[in-house]
């Protein structure tokens, strides 16, 4: 029995070595296959952008502030019907507080100067009619004029001094800034009463590293998101650029600005800005976490026939997740996005879904 079971194992071992003998004979490998996951290669865009960090501000803002000393009331927004709160939305020139100072209108005394006004405004037109027809001179004339100029600028200024007593809205724009003050309560003059931002437009002043001065221009578009919640981002676009590098931090200026009509950021978030300093529209590009340093060169692996084909590549352009691929590679081919760590040339693989 031993001596059957011998000559069977060797006819065996001959066989397989016969068939292993010549270019034309199956090929024989012990490796398991190994679980990889493909995408073919398709066309697309990719962009290469500068980053930086920011704080954005509103473009237009301003605070309110008490121009003349008087008793603080809070008005009633029309909108709502009660008194103007942080979070109002508010017209440009629109009084928000009223600050009342008895003697101070008294010492304007505007009900004299309005009539001050209207006599020497009656007396000049009188004037001019009989100007015209030869009854006074020109002398009477002008000096019927200035008594007219005098009394309008008394006024004018008489009202600009009454409109102090106003605190306006500066701009259209949201009420950010309230502080409280009772009621009644004698406010000095330069006291802040409050701050209106319009954050429908917001710009931020930026910092990037001196190197690329040279690929940073106005013009260029902004990605921008809140550097904590990057859901949602919004586009704007370089505006300025400092031409020189500060000797001290080897750093350079920009400045962005961004349409924010859906109020995504608000004025004091720090934010995440991506400048679009170069793209393409079509062309291959691939995870940049796939690419693998093979003896100097950047190798990735493709599958032909169930079998991984080591691939040297060129880049371009990339980005944080991303890069292009400019020779190396052609469209359609299989390209090994996960289970690539361990292949070497020509693995045997098994794509996974």
Do not use: W
């Not at 865009?45 to 954005?56: D, M, Q, R, W, Y």
């Not at 930026?206 to 260029?220: A, C, D, F, M, N």
């Amino acid at each position: 029995m031993k001596r059957i079971l011998f000559f069977i194992s060797l006819s065996f071992v001959i066989f397989l070595l016969a068939g292993c003998d010549g270019d034309e004979g199956p090929q024989i490998d012990l490796e398991s296959a190994v679980p990889v996951k493909v995408e073919d290669i398709k066309s697309r865009s990719i962009k290469e952008f500068v980053f930086a960090t920011g704080t954005v501000e509103a473009v237009t803002g301003g605070d309110m502030n008490a121009l003349q000393q008087g008793a603080y009331h809070i008005q009633v927004n029309p909108r709502t019907g009660q008194s103007y709160v942080m979070g109002d939305r508010v017209s440009q020139m629109e009084t928000i507080i009223l600050l009342e100072n008895p003697e101070l209108e008294y010492n304007i005394a505007i009900d004299s100067k309005k009539l001050n006004y209207d006599i020497a405004k009656r007396e000049f037109e009188k004037q001019q009619k009989l100007y015209e027809k030869g009854g006074v001179t020109l002398r009477e004339l002008t000096d019927s004029e200035s008594r007219y100029i005098n009394a309008k600028y008394s006024l004018d200024d008489a009202n600009l001094q009454l409109l102090k007593l106003n605190a306006m809205a500066p701009c259209n724009g949201i009420i950010t800034d309230l502080p409280f003050h009772a009621n009644n309560k004698l406010i000095p003059i330069g006291t802040l009463l409050g701050k209106v931002k319009n954050y429908s437009v917001l710009y931020s002043d930026i910092t990037l590293p001196g190197k690329e001065i040279s690929r940073v221009k106005p013009g260029q578009t902004v990605v921008m998101s809140n550097y904590g919640e990057e859901v949602d981002s919004i586009t704007g676009t370089i505006t300025q650029v400092s031409p020189v590098v500060d000797p001290e931090n080897r750093m350079f200026k920009a400045r962005i600005e961004v349409n924010n009509t859906s109020d995504i950021l608000r004025p004091g978030m720090f934010v995440k800005v991506n400048i679009i300093v170069a793209e393409n529209d079509s062309t291959i590009v691939i995870p940049k976490e796939i690419i693998l340093d093979y003896h100097g060169s950047q190798v990735v692996y493709i599958v032909q026939e169930g079998i991984a084909v080591r691939r040297d590549i060129e880049t371009g352009l990339a980005n944080r997740d991303e890069i292009e691929v400019v020779s190396g590679l052609s469209l359609k081919e299989r390209l090994i996005i996960e289970g690539f760590e361990t292949l070497r040339h020509r693995s045997n693989v098994i794509t996974m879904k």
